[in-house]
């Protein structure tokens, strides 16, 4: 498998557009996780899916987020309209049941 | 609310010598402790874990310990390679997010000097 795959691995983008972060999980993971890394504040656990529904959302910070996943092998994050402050690097994660996360490469948000 | 803390966000350390990293945490409901290893421009990486009803494991030249009085938790490297220079992130679960859900540290950027 070549683990979890995440597009575009950069994104710059100017205030007020939207954007969409994409996210192909391990086949046969049944959870999947978005996290957001900052300098400040680490890395936040923002939403996470378990066979594809949304479990907890509570580290969406604005309703201007938005995640999806509409099957087993997608997921999306889409911040609309995006702002400065949302500049950092966003993680997916999956997992089975029995393992540990597995992370991508991330997604480098650079809103000017 | 930081709930799981790494109080140190560096830390250069001889090759050869120890590595002891560090992570400190609030909520008394976590049971189980990771630790992710990242390099530049790569997701984290699982390295070794831990559950409360333990206070040490132990995988090759790391080692976790866990001190559950006092919130604390420790990763040593022994010895530590230039390959160990990363970013280290300390994370903890518990039972009430169905050890499903991770909380971070802000982690502390290691360097090994040869």
């Known amino acids: 498998d070549a683990g979890v795959i995440q597009s575009p691995r950069h994104e710059v983008t100017e205030m007020g557009q939207e954007v969409t972060l994409r996210c192909k999980p391990i086949s046969g993971h049944d959870y999947l996780f978005w996290y957001r890394q900052t300098m400040m504040r680490g890395l936040e656990l923002l939403i996470y899916f378990n066979n594809n529904v949304p479990i907890d959302d509570s580290g969406m910070p604005e309703d201007r987020f938005s995640a999806k996943m509409p099957n087993a092998s997608f997921s999306t994050l889409k911040i609309q309209p995006s702002e400065p402050r949302d500049s950092a690097v966003y993680f997916c994660a999956s997992r089975a049941r029995d393992t540990e996360a597995f992370f991508g490469q991330g997604t480098r948000l650079t809103v000017v | 609310d930081q709930q799981v803390k790494q109080n140190s966000p560096s830390l250069s350390v001889q090759e050869g010598r120890i590595s002891i990293l560090n992570c400190d945490y609030t909520?008394?409901?976590?049971?189980?402790f990771l630790w992710y290893k990242k390099y530049p421009a790569e997701g984290p990486t699982f390295l070794i874990s831990?559950?409360?009803?333990?206070d040490k494991n132990e995988d090759g030249r790391f080692t976790v310990f866990l001190n559950k009085s006092a919130k604390h938790l420790s990763l040593h490297i022994v010895p530590s390679q230039p390959g160990d220079s990363a970013v280290y992130f300390c994370a903890a679960t518990s039972p009430n997010f169905g050890n499903e859900k991770l909380t971070f540290g802000t982690g502390t950027r290691l360097t090994i000097i040869p």
């Open positions: 909520n008394s409901m976590f049971d189980y």
């Open positions: 831990i559950s409360s009803i333990k």
